[in-house]
């Protein structure tokens, strides 16, 4: 099926949200029931967030236009649920989790998923949503119900790795070719990224990655939609009430371990004229991309220093507010505008594109596309697919991912290293 949505879903659906004690509110990603990965769905971050599990509606697209025809088809399924919302924060009432592949002729395609059962926390409200079709209501389940149905963590596999589409000197010797065409001024930056297979000796309890995670990496948002699991610490887009902020990374350096040496560190990286080069590229990639739809932009003059356990990124926070014509515009249509930025692809966007399939021979699959969840007004947030893997459908395996950016200044070796510091976040949640 090629530019059309396909829906699943049962008759009549109807959603009911009532508010939790945040109190006695444990972990959310610890609510998850079974450790299918399959069957989890999350956006969490520093505590925040949501979580999901069940399925009462799926919507599959694909095409260059997979956005827009989720998009619509979301927004026809929501004008039918009858939605009964006590909390009325963003998260609750009818939401969707949903991932995008980063290539329009990926097989990956789209997809939104419905759960039917939705838990969540934003400051000292929490609440519970149920999504059923209207002949199977029922009273929402209490956090004690639900903290019942969780199954008993599964054994740590152990993990062995192996490469993907390419090998270390391979794709060494694609991204020297790369810093040719750049040199050549053929582009102005790409963005490499390459693949790694984990094999499991037995099933993976994605609850437990997804916990690692959210405790390594409290400042990302912590994911799981569909098998694709990841923590990011790009946000591609947020959009509450009319207001859009996003925060973009590009420019990294590794962690020393040693406090004081990564001040150091962080200073470099801020004085550093390749990286500074290559945030300037994604930031003007996303004001660019912003502003037809943009009564305002505010973006700032410099970039600053984001911390993270095993990476150093420049960072920049942008925030817009929509034109009166676009007003009415999902947090999914803003993230289809935007995707893909030159963080993720590089700029020019379609050359710099085409540079990635001839050079980094292999598909990404959702890797690097939107991740995220949609409400029922159109309001949501959407990361960029991250420090991230998709989970094999039988649970014993995954594929790994990491991507850099590559301008005329990079070195093959010193941008091999650093997707090995990108895959690192992966590689210890696994391992833990």
Same mark, same amino acid.
């Given at each position: 099926?090629?530019?059309?949505?396909?829906?699943?879903?049962?008759?009549?659906?109807?959603?009911?949200?009532?508010?939790?004690?945040?109190?006695?509110?444990?972990?959310?990603?610890?609510?998850?029931?079974?450790?299918?990965?399959?069957?989890?769905?999350?956006?969490?971050?520093?505590?925040?967030?949501?979580?999901?599990?069940?399925?009462?509606? %799926?919507?599959?697209?694909? $095409?260059?236009?997979?956005?827009?025809?989720?998009?619509?088809?979301? %927004?026809?399924?929501?004008?039918?649920?009858?939605?009964?919302?006590?909390?009325?924060?963003?998260?609750?009432?009818?939401?969707?989790?949903?991932?995008?592949?980063?290539?329009?002729?990926?097989?990956? !395609?789209?997809?939104?998923?419905?759960?039917?059962?939705? @838990?969540?926390?934003?400051?000292?409200?929490?609440? @519970?949503?149920? /999504? #059923?079709?209207?002949?199977?209501?029922?009273?929402?389940?209490?956090?004690?119900?639900?903290?019942?149905?969780?199954?008993?963590?599964?054994?740590?596999?152990?993990?062995?790795?192996?490469?993907?589409?390419?090998?270390?000197?391979?794709?060494?010797?694609?991204?020297?070719?790369?810093?040719?065409?750049?040199?050549?001024?053929?582009?102005?930056?790409?963005?490499?990224?390459?693949?790694?297979?984990?094999?499991?000796?037995?099933?993976?309890? *994605?609850?437990?990655?997804?916990? =690692?995670?959210?405790?390594?990496?409290?400042?990302?948002?912590?994911?799981?939609?569909?098998?694709?699991?990841? +923590?990011?610490?790009?946000?591609?887009?947020?959009?509450?009430?009319?207001? /859009?902020?996003?925060?973009?990374?590009? !420019?990294?350096?590794?962690?020393?371990?040693?406090?004081?040496?990564?001040?150091?560190?962080?200073?470099?990286?801020?004085?550093?004229?390749?990286?500074?080069?290559?945030?300037?590229?994604?930031?003007?990639?996303? #004001? %660019?991309?912003?502003?037809?739809?943009?009564?305002?932009? =505010?973006?700032?003059?410099?970039?600053? *220093?984001?911390?993270?356990? =095993? *990476?150093?990124?420049?960072?920049?926070?942008?925030?817009?507010?929509?034109?009166?014509?676009?007003?009415?515009?999902?947090?999914?249509?803003?993230?289809?505008?935007?995707?893909?930025?030159?963080?993720?692809?590089?700029?020019?966007?379609?050359?710099?594109?085409?540079?990635?399939?001839?050079?980094?021979?292999?598909?990404?699959?959702?890797?690097?596309?939107?991740?995220?969840? /949609?409400?029922?007004?159109?309001?949501?947030?959407? $990361?960029?697919?991250?420090?991230?893997?998709?989970?094999?459908?039988?649970? %014993? $395996?995954?594929?790994?991912?990491?991507?850099?950016?590559?301008?005329?200044?990079?070195?093959? +070796?010193?941008?091999?290293?650093?997707?090995?510091?990108?895959?690192?976040?992966?590689?210890?949640?696994?391992?833990?």
């Amino acid at each position: 099926m090629t530019d059309a949505a396909h829906l699943t879903a049962s008759s009549t659906l109807v959603a009911r949200t009532i508010a939790v004690p945040a109190e006695g509110l444990p972990d959310l990603l610890g609510l998850l029931p079974a450790p299918d990965a399959r069957g989890a769905a999350a956006w969490v971050r520093r505590g925040e967030g949501v979580v999901g599990w069940g399925e009462a509606a %799926r919507i599959t697209t694909d $095409g260059v236009d997979r956005f827009a025809t989720a998009d619509a088809a979301w %927004r026809s399924l929501t004008e039918h649920m009858v939605v009964r919302d006590e909390v009325g924060l963003p998260g609750t009432g009818a939401i969707a989790f949903g991932s995008f592949s980063f290539a329009p002729d990926s097989p990956a !395609g789209g997809v939104l998923v419905v759960p039917q059962i939705v @838990v969540g926390r934003r400051g000292d409200a929490a609440w @519970v949503t149920t /999504i #059923t079709s209207a002949a199977d209501l029922v009273p929402p389940p209490t956090i004690a119900e639900i903290r019942a149905r969780v199954a008993p963590p599964l054994p740590a596999p152990a993990v062995e790795y192996a490469d993907g589409a390419l090998t270390r000197r391979q794709w060494r010797a694609q991204v020297a070719a790369v810093i040719d065409l750049i040199r050549g001024a053929k582009v102005g930056k790409v963005v490499m990224a390459r693949d790694v297979r984990a094999d499991l000796d037995g099933p993976l309890d *994605v609850r437990r990655l997804l916990s =690692n995670l959210g405790r390594d990496y409290r400042s990302c948002w912590t994911f799981a939609v569909d098998g694709l699991v990841g +923590a990011t610490p790009e946000l591609l887009v947020r959009r509450e009430r009319g207001l /859009i902020s996003s925060r973009v990374l590009a !420019g990294t350096i590794q962690r020393s371990g040693d406090d004081e040496a990564d001040l150091a560190r962080a200073a470099s990286l801020a004085r550093s004229s390749k990286d500074l080069e290559e945030h300037e590229f994604a930031v003007d990639s996303l #004001t %660019r991309s912003l502003a037809p739809f943009a009564a305002s932009t =505010n973006a700032p003059d410099a970039p600053f *220093v984001l911390h993270l356990p =095993n *990476v150093m990124h420049l960072a920049s926070d942008v925030t817009a507010v929509l034109a009166g014509p676009h007003a009415q515009m999902s947090s999914l249509a803003v993230a289809a505008a935007l995707h893909p930025t030159a963080a993720v692809c590089g700029t020019p966007t379609d050359v710099a594109a085409q540079v990635i399939a001839d050079h980094e021979q292999m598909d990404r699959d959702r890797y690097a596309g939107p991740v995220g969840w /949609i409400g029922a007004d159109g309001d949501g947030e959407w $990361g960029i697919a991250l420090r991230s893997a998709q989970v094999d459908a039988d649970s %014993r $395996g995954l594929r790994l991912f990491a991507g850099c950016g590559i301008v005329a200044a990079s070195d093959p +070796a010193d941008e091999l290293a650093e997707s090995d510091a990108k895959l690192e976040p992966m590689r210890s949640a696994l391992a833990s």
